[in-house]
């Protein structure tokens, strides 16, 4: 694009017409002679095709039916029924009933706890206070 020579990019590009289009073909004899042996090259591959052995394609082919139809293994068989069971197993274990707790009221009787529950309400020393009046009634 500066003007200087064709890189071999630019002008793999403009084989494919995609590279930079400007008359510097026409101006330039080590260019020019680069993209007609380029030219000339793809025209040879072109006219050849693609060089492949029928030999060879008969072997890949033979040997890709040949794997298609051979059985698995029996523990890869089995895999999508281990999973099954697996998922099974895990509902049941997470989904069984479960027992409701006990309720602790029941230890200390019902009228205990209500008379604790009420003792604590009655007092008008907040909570934190409770060690600084408990150190004043050892004194008395
Ligand atoms: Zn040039």
């Not at 509902?91 to 009221?105: F, I, K, Q, Y």
Request: include cysteine; glycine fraction near 6%; charged fraction near 20%.
């Amino acid at each position: 694009m500066n003007g200087n020579h064709y890189t071999g990019d630019e002008l793999l590009g403009r084989l494919y017409g995609a590279g930079r289009e400007d008359a510097h073909l026409d101006h330039c004899p080590e260019c020019r002679a680069r993209w007609e042996a380029l030219q000339s090259r793809r025209a040879q591959l072109l006219a050849a095709g693609p060089a492949l052995d029928p030999a060879f394609l008969a072997r890949q082919r033979a040997a890709i039916l040949e794997r298609a139809a051979r059985s698995r293994p029996l523990a890869t068989r089995l895999a999508p029924a281990y999973a099954a069971a697996l998922l099974v197993a895990m509902a049941a274990v997470l989904t069984r009933p479960v027992e409701p707790p006990a309720p602790a009221l029941s230890a200390r009787g019902d009228s205990q706890v209500f008379a604790e529950a009420y003792a604590l309400l009655q007092r008008d020393v907040p909570r934190a206070g409770l060690p600084i009046q408990a150190l004043f009634e050892e004194q008395q």
